[in-house]
């Protein structure tokens, strides 16, 4: 199931705009591919990132992705939760597994991401 109230990024991450934050997850269609996550390198607050960058790093028994910024900005703040107990991603991607939030530096950069049907297609086609 994909929430349709988030938008999506071409490399698997999720974002839940509210005001002038945007707050960042992985997908589910992610973490199932990753399996059972064991590590998750997660961006310092207060870094400016730009849309694509690379934040950090999930590791898990399988292999090692990274973790992209899908819009521009500050981070704000990092789940602490997460880094230390990363399993919560597997269990809940898209509630208490989000891993950090972004003060948006162009807001409408989150429009131009794909809604969760665009989404369902994309990993479809993949």
Excluded: C
């Excluded at 990024?9 to 399996?35: C, F, M, P």
């Excluded at 934040?55 to 992209?68: D, F, P, R, Y």
């Amino acid at each position: 199931m994909i929430p349709e109230d988030l938008k999506y990024y071409k490399e698997h991450e999720w974002v839940r705009a509210e005001d002038n934050t945007a707050t960042i997850g992985i997908t589910d269609y992610a973490q199932d591919s990753l399996g059972d996550i064991v590590y998750v390198d997660l961006p310092e607050p207060g870094k400016q990132v730009s849309a694509g960058d690379v934040a950090g790093e999930i590791e898990s028994v399988k292999s090692t992705a990274e973790l992209h910024t899908p819009v521009s900005g500050t981070i704000i703040e990092v789940n602490k939760s997460v880094a230390d107990a990363p399993e919560v991603i597997n269990d809940d991607s898209y509630g208490k597994g989000w891993l950090f939030k972004i003060r948006f530096s162009n807001p409408s950069e989150a429009d131009g991401l794909m809604s969760a049907q665009e989404y369902e297609e994309y990993i479809k086609g993949l």
